[in-house]
């Protein structure tokens, strides 16, 4: 699933509107996420990958799933630069804070 998202420095856009769109993709996004991690997924399974630097690699579905949040840890850090550098306060992007924030709008 791939989003084409609008950029920040759009001077025609509102910037609010641009938000917006990026929220309902993340939106989008983390539903799949949900759907896929609570399937019956045997995550003992052995799950080979291959990688164009490294080889291959046999490992657990498991520890590629862990593998993905740290890596997205990572790329929240990033975001959180990028929002400063646009002139924007920090936000909080503690997955707890956004599961806090997705239950009180039910």
Not at 4 to 20: A, F, G
Not at 80 to 100: C, E, H, K, N, W
Request: glycine content about 4%; aromatic content about 12%.
């Amino acid at each position: 699933m791939i989003f084409k998202l609008p950029s920040l420095r759009h001077k025609r856009r509102p910037r609010i509107r641009v938000l917006k769109k990026w929220r309902s993709c993340f939106v989008i996004c983390q539903k799949s996420i949900k759907n896929f991690l609570t399937m019956k997924v045997i995550w003992i399974k052995r799950f080979p990958s291959q990688h164009p630097q490294v080889g291959l690699l046999d490992t657990h579905l498991s520890e590629l799933v862990q593998h993905v949040i740290n890596h997205g840890t990572y790329y929240r850090g990033n975001l959180t630069a990028m929002i400063r550098q646009q002139g924007y306060s920090s936000v909080p992007t503690d997955y707890v804070f956004y599961l806090y924030e997705i239950s009180s709008t039910k």
